[in-house]
C-alpha cells in the first residue's frame, strides 16, 4: 500500500511539476544593488547581484569575459525554484563563485509579485526563445548569448551546484 502511494506521488509530481509552496519565511534586508551603470564604469565592482535585462546581463558578460547564468523561476510560487534559491543560491560557495566567474541573470515568472508589463514580455519572450518548460531552468549562455548547457535543480547544497556548473561549462 505504501508502494502504491509513493508511486503515485512521484507520477503526479514528474507530470504536475511546481506546486505552490507555503509563503516563504520573511528575509532579512538586503544591501542595496548598484545600478548597472556602476557595474559598467567598473567591472570589478560587479558583486554577483541578478540582473534582470537580458542585454545588460550580456553587456556585462562580454565585458568581463564570462558566462551568464540565467535562472529562470518562478520565485513566489516553484516550490523547487525557492528549494534551489534556499540551498544554493543564497549560499556563499556559490555567491562566490558566481561573483568571480559568472553574471547572473534572473527571469522570474511570479504569480504574487507585481512586475511591469515589459518585463513580463520580455521574460516570455526569452522562455519562449530558450524553450523552457517548466522552472527551474538554468541555462548557461557564452558572451554572445550562445546556449552552452542547462539543468536545474541538483541535490546537494551550494558546493556540489558550482561544481555541477563548473562540469557543464567545461563540456563534461
Not at 51 to 73: C, G, H, M, Y
Not at 149 to 155: D, E, K, M, S, V
Request: net charge negative.
Amino acid at each position: 500500500m505504501k508502494w502504491t502511494i509513493i508511486i503515485i506521488l512521484v507520477f503526479a509530481v514528474s507530470f504536475l511539476g511546481c506546486t505552490p509552496a507555503p509563503k516563504p519565511e520573511p528575509t532579512q534586508e538586503q544591501a542595496p544593488t548598484p545600478s548597472f551603470d556602476e557595474a559598467m564604469d567598473s567591472p570589478k565592482a560587479y558583486n554577483g547581484e541578478w540582473l534582470t535585462d537580458f542585454s545588460k546581463a550580456q553587456e556585462l558578460a562580454k565585458e568581463l569575459n564570462r558566462p551568464i547564468l540565467v535562472n529562470f523561476t518562478g520565485s513566489d510560487w516553484c516550490s523547487w525554484c525557492i528549494k534551489l534559491t534556499k540551498e544554493v543560491f543564497s549560499k556563499e560557495a556559490f555567491v562566490s563563485y558566481a561573483t568571480d566567474s559568472l553574471v547572473l541573470l534572473k527571469l522570474d515568472f511570479p504569480r504574487k509579485i507585481p512586475q511591469t508589463p515589459e518585463v513580463k514580455a520580455a521574460n516570455e519572450k526569452l522562455a519562449k526563445d530558450f524553450g523552457v518548460q517548466g522552472f527551474p531552468t538554468i541555462v548557461l549562455l557564452d558572451t554572445n548569448g550562445k546556449e552552452i548547457n542547462r539543468t536545474g535543480y541538483q541535490p546537494g547544497g551550494a558546493e556540489a551546484y558550482v561544481k555541477h556548473l563548473q562540469d557543464l561549462l567545461a563540456g563534461k
